[in-house]
């Protein structure tokens, strides 16, 4: 990890187009480390849970050129890593096992769960919680070392769902996400893969039953 975590600090450093064109070589190498990278993320994940086995490097992992359509920062290069691994690869909307290495932010993080979940699918959820919400928090609790993520959830609680019922709080939840913050050090271990990929493989239950209620909404329709 060591040859990634510093391609992308001098990306960071010099996000622009000349310098890209100037480490082109660079980058191949290190996009092939990437790949690498992935494909024993990828691998480690279907060991623990084989509901993501036969998805490839492709379907795990982002390209490097950012879309600048619609944001102030013209900034042409991402200056982050990650590997998204999900049944049926990233683009199928199901919950999954996420890491992201970003050296320029100090951001490293192992993150567990459905991001940007359709409205369907978040009342799915929430039917989940409502109905069988001692075994949803029982899921997060198995997942020693994991939070749920707060930021973006609503302030206040959603129209149509009561803040009398036990689990309520986790109504007010848009995204439905564990996470683990980790270190460079962690990153850079010769282990960090199968470290990274035993301490996810706590946050199995709570994929699981997101997925669960994904697909029951998608099989009603919502």
């Given amino acids: 990890m060591k040859d990634i975590i510093s391609f992308l600090e001098d990306l960071a450093a010099n996000n622009d187009r000349a310098w890209f064109e100037a480490n082109r070589d660079r980058y191949k190498a290190v996009k092939s480390r990437m790949d690498a990278v992935a494909k024993d993320f990828i691998e480690a994940v279907a060991a623990f849970d084989p509901s993501v086995e036969g998805v490839q490097v492709k379907d795990a992992t982002y390209r490097i050129y950012r879309d600048t359509r619609f944001t102030k920062d013209k900034s042409p290069y991402k200056t982050w890593f990650g590997v998204y691994v999900c049944p049926r690869g990233k683009r199928s909307g199901l919950s999954g096992y996420y890491m992201h290495v970003e050296p320029d932010q100090n951001h490293y993080m192992l993150c567990t769960g459905a991001y940007c979940p359709t409205a369907g699918e978040i009342k799915s959820v929430r039917e989940e919680i409502m109905t069988e919400g001692d075994a949803f928090v029982e ?29 309520s709080e986790y109504y007010r939840l848009r995204n439905f996400l564990l996470v683990k913050l980790i270190d460079r050090d962690f990153v850079l271990s010769d282990d960090f893969i199968s470290r990274a990929a035993d301490q996810m493989s706590r946050t199995r239950p709570f994929n699981d039953t997101l997925n669960r209620a994904i697909e029951y909404a998608r099989e009603m329709g919502w």
Avoid: C, L, N, V
């Avoid at 609790?141 to 036990?166: C, H, L, N, V």
């Fill in 139 to 167: 899921t997060i609790r198995q997942a020693e070392g994991f939070d749920i993520d707060w930021s973006t959830a609503y302030k206040r609680m959603p129209q149509g769902w009561s803040a009398e019922d036990p689990h």
